[in-house]
């Protein structure tokens, strides 16, 4: 059983200590330092959102044209499953989330605010030298294709290659996709203090630091509580509501959970994970199911992106979605989901461009989430572990019901008469 280590922790004890310096020390720090820091987060923020197209198409590009041609009615299943699961989830967790939120004292985090900081380009360089240097630095030559392309074109391409297997390409989506992590685990993850602090110091400047942090401590215990209560729901339901079988199956869980805590990657609890799930499940089959699923099926991911983010808007004056308006959010919200990577704090680097797209996110909520993601991770991980466990026994019962039950049709069908 797993140990928490203080080295697997390092990231979110670095954003609680840039917090703390940042309430006890940021008047000291001059406002030229403060913009400067915040200007690299701008230009960090630039950067992930010009490249994130690229990676989200190769990610899922290559993870569904890794398929193979005979395991698509498997994979299409759980794919199905996947995004039905993560609706649902995120659909509770909004508006679970959106009748607890209007019982809570949520602090206005707009009001009597001072003035922000301004990036340095916009301080010391002249109207048309400053639009050179903008188009340079966001990069936006490259910005010619949409997330939203990339995703459905991710698809699309990935199922293609699965139904054709070609080898050439299949080489080419796994060097598309060793970039992708590769610029995540060894560039922007590395950065992600850096990217945080200059809009921490932001806040601060502006008055809202001090505040901020406390009002989102019930927050959390409402995520929890949603996340976890609904979970262990789940486990009930796939057990027919046996006590027994209902513990026995929670219990055989447990180990990857608390393995997912301690790392804050569901991909160290895979091993245990899949141990777990053919201790809980009768067909060895569907154990196929759990590396397939794990890093795409992540309530926990559904419940506290979805409620950080409408207690985020609410903070920060900004009026809560219509129906409409998060609907179409969790479609995309849903669809992302299968480009996360597997890094800590990647469950919400490839919904900076969602939220901000369709919930109407600032640079300055988008910096409190990615700050409140990472520091809760251990939670959330662990969350999307269990709910995985979860996921598996159901699947086990619809691939009974439908794929094995076909196949047993198939045979019947075919065999000699006596």
């Known amino acids: 059983m797993s140990s928490l280590k203080l080295s697997e922790l390092k990231l979110p004890l ?10 006890a020390f940021g008047d000291l720090i001059p406002t030229t ?69 209007s019982l809570m004292d949520i602090a206005q985090h707009t009001n009597n605010a001072a003035e922000p900081l301004i990036p340095l380009w916009e301080r010391f360089l002249e109207p048309e030298t400053l639009q050179a240097v903008t188009n340079f630095w966001t990069l936006k030559a490259l910005k010619f294709v949409s997330n939203d392309m ?21 080489k080419i989506s796994q060097k598309m996709n060793s970039y992708a992590f590769a610029f995540f685990r060894k560039i922007f993850i590395p950065l992600i203090p850096l990217f945080i602090l200059g809009y921490i110091l932001n806040m601060e400047h502006s008055g809202i630091l001090s505040s901020i942090f406390q009002d989102y401590l019930a927050i959390v215990a409402v995520i929890v509580v949603l996340a976890y209560t609904y979970i262990i729901f789940l486990y009930g339901l796939a057990a027919t509501f046996s006590f027994s079988k209902w513990r026995r199956s929670i219990q055989n869980i447990f180990p990857a959970m608390l393995t997912g805590f301690s790392t804050m990657s569901s991909a160290s609890a895979l091993p245990l994970l899949i141990e777990g799930v053919r201790q809980n499940t009768h067909n060895k089959a569907t154990t196929g199911v759990v590396p397939l699923s794990i890093n795409i099926h992540l309530i926990g991911d559904c419940f506290g992106i979805s409620i950080l983010a409408l207690a985020i808007m609410v903070s920060f004056g900004h009026p809560l ?10 479609v995309f919200f849903v669809l992302a989901k299968f480009a996360v990577a597997a890094v800590p704090g990647g469950g919400i680097l490839v919904m900076i461009p969602i939220l901000e797209k369709y919930l109407g996110f600032t640079a300055e909520m988008l910096s409190l989430i990615t700050a409140l993601y990472i520091l809760f991770d251990p939670i959330v991980t662990s969350a999307n572990v269990f709910g995985n466990g979860a ?13 094995v039950r076909q196949k047993k049709s198939q045979t019947s069908s075919i065999a000699p008469k006596l």
């Open 14 to 23: 670095i954003l609680v200590t840039e917090i703390i310096l940042c309430l």
């Open 321 to 330: 979605p219509t129906l409409q308006e998060y609907l179409i959010f969790t």
């Open 33 to 101: 330092v403060k913009a400067g820091f915040y200007s690299l987060s701008i230009f960090l923020k630039e950067m992930l959102v010009t490249l994130l197209p690229f990676i989200i198409f190769s990610i899922i590009f290559h993870s569904l044209g890794s398929l193979s041609k005979g395991a698509l009615s498997f994979a299409a299943l759980a794919f199905s499953l996947v995004v039905f699961s993560n609706f649902i989830s995120t659909s509770l967790g909004g508006f679970a989330g959106s009748y607890f939120l």
């Open 150 to 170: 990339a995703l459905f074109s991710g698809i699309g391409a990935g199922l293609l290659l699965a139904f054709t297997g070609h080898k050439a390409t299949q």
């Open 391 to 403: 996921f598996a026994q159901f699947f086990e019962k619809v691939y009974n019901a439908f794929i």
